[in-house]
């Protein structure tokens, strides 16, 4: 596992390392130009000093060595009348001016010029001016070598200082208790940690509020199957204490009746669960149209026994991206609660239609009782049932259904609307 410290200390120690050496090289460019120069014009001022007239041949060999300068004199017949080091490796003849010549021994700074009747060849090996300079390079810089190990200590110190108010974060989150969900405090923090403190903050609040409607939904759904659950206990009792054949086959009855119940409770609460805002399935392209017709064949016998008129009014071709079985699950509800509303001998129009803008829009008009207009915010709540809905004894509802509904449609981003229906029942447009 990487360390944000050591990477740090890492590479600005690095940085520094190639900004000394780079420092190094800078130096020890400058001080060989200025050895050259300084050389150089030793060489001229060693070419004035010699004697300029002609004198007998001498010819020497002082040393062998390439430190110092090489001197050689030629009169003006060419004849070699001095060479202060005759083993060095030069060139036979001299050539006016400055040059640089190279020898098996390294290379050598020549300078040649006519110094009265004689011609006199100069030269030094570049190895004494590269040594110059190299020291004048590691003389400048030694201090900054010895004072990198207290520097890499001091950035460590300084990075690890830096890097505080995220520890302090991690200590407060490790000793907090798994039901304390309030966030974290961001004053007194740097700038470049109070991102990460507010997006776990953020975290912090969505997660309570996750939590709360996952205890209010668990109690909710327990309140509302304590009910049906009674309901059958006290029905098994009946059925075990009928005396004979008609009470023992009445009896059964309300008990399957309440199995029935409660089954469709249990299913409804899995759907609702199902159905939460993170629980999208994978969205394809659906075919809206085809897919409304399959809800409404499915509906379609239950409101023939209740002779309920149930068809399409209009159904435009419309695709959306969306989770199809979800879909199915929205408007299979929606149909539901508009059959099981509208009374016998009732109509129901689904429509399907494209706004101005291209977006599709279903509706759903029934010829029911509808829905009192300062209750229909308040129909989408889980286990919320309108008064028109309760006056109704011979209607059996969890209070789900439109819970599930809205709880889809956020998934999808859809817009539902409830309004008041052309046929005096409620319009349900869901709008994608």
Not at 55 to 60: C, E, P, R, S, V
Not at 151 to 178: D, F, H, K, M, S
Not at 185 to 213: F, H, I, Y
Not at 294 to 299: F, M, Q, R, T
Request: glycine fraction near 8%; include cysteine.
């Amino acid at each position: 596992m990487s360390s944000i410290r050591r990477q740090l200390l890492f590479w600005l120690v690095a940085i520094v390392i190639a900004g000394v050496g780079l420092a190094g090289w800078l130096i020890y460019r400058q001080a060989l130009a200025e050895a050259n120069e300084l050389f150089d014009y030793q060489l001229q001022e060693i070419a004035a000093a010699l004697p300029s007239e002609p004198f007998a041949q001498i010819l020497g060999a002082h040393s062998d060595a390439d430190e110092g300068v090489v001197i050689q004199i030629w009169n003006r017949n060419g004849a070699l009348m001095y060479y202060s080091h005759p083993r060095a490796p030069l060139a036979p003849r001299a050539e006016l001016g400055f040059s640089t010549e190279r020898t098996d021994r390294g290379e050598w700074r020549v300078y040649g010029a006519i110094v009265g009747d004689n011609v006199v060849q100069l030269a030094q090996p570049l190895s004494v001016r590269n040594r110059l300079a190299a020291n004048v390079a590691l003389r400048t810089l030694w201090p900054l070598i010895v004072v990198l190990p207290f520097l890499g200590l001091a950035v460590w110190g300084i990075v690890g200082r830096g890097l505080a108010p995220l520890a302090r974060v991690t200590r407060a989150l490790e000793t907090r208790r798994p039901e304390a969900l309030e966030p974290l405090p961001d004053e007194r923090l740097p700038l470049e940690v109070r991102p990460l403190v507010r997006a776990l903050n953020g975290l912090l609040a969505r997660l309570s509020a996750a939590l709360d409607t996952q205890k209010a939904f668990v109690a909710d759904a327990a309140h509302e199957l304590r009910t049906p659950l009674a309901a059958v206990q006290i029905q098994s009792q009946l059925v075990a204490r009928a005396h004979d054949d008609d009470a023992r086959r009445e009896a059964l009855a309300d008990l399957q009746a309440g199995v029935t119940r409660a089954t469709r409770l249990a299913e409804q609460l899995l759907a609702l669960a199902r159905a939460e805002p993170d629980g999208a399935g994978a969205k394809q392209s659906v075919d809206l149209r085809q897919l409304l017709t399959d809800c409404v064949a499915a509906h379609a016998p239950l409101a023939q026994r209740r002779a309920i008129d149930l068809g399409f009014e209009e159904a435009e071709s419309a695709t959306v991206a969306a989770d199809a079985e979800a879909l199915r699950v929205m408007f299979g509800n929606l149909l539901d609660n508009a059959v099981k509303y509208t009374p016998e001998g009732g109509r129901i129009d689904v429509s399907l239609a494209l706004d101005p803008d291209g977006h599709p829009r279903v509706g759903i008009a029934d010829s029911g009782p509808g829905i009192p207009e300062d209750e229909r915010e308040r129909v989408f709540d889980r286990f919320y049932r309108d008064t028109s809905a309760r006056a109704r004894t011979d209607v059996s509802g969890s209070g789900l259904g439109l819970a599930i509904v809205k709880r889809i449609a956020v998934q999808h981003g859809v817009e539902i609307e409830l309004d008041d229906a052309p046929l005096g029942g409620l319009l349900v447009s869901v709008r994608f």
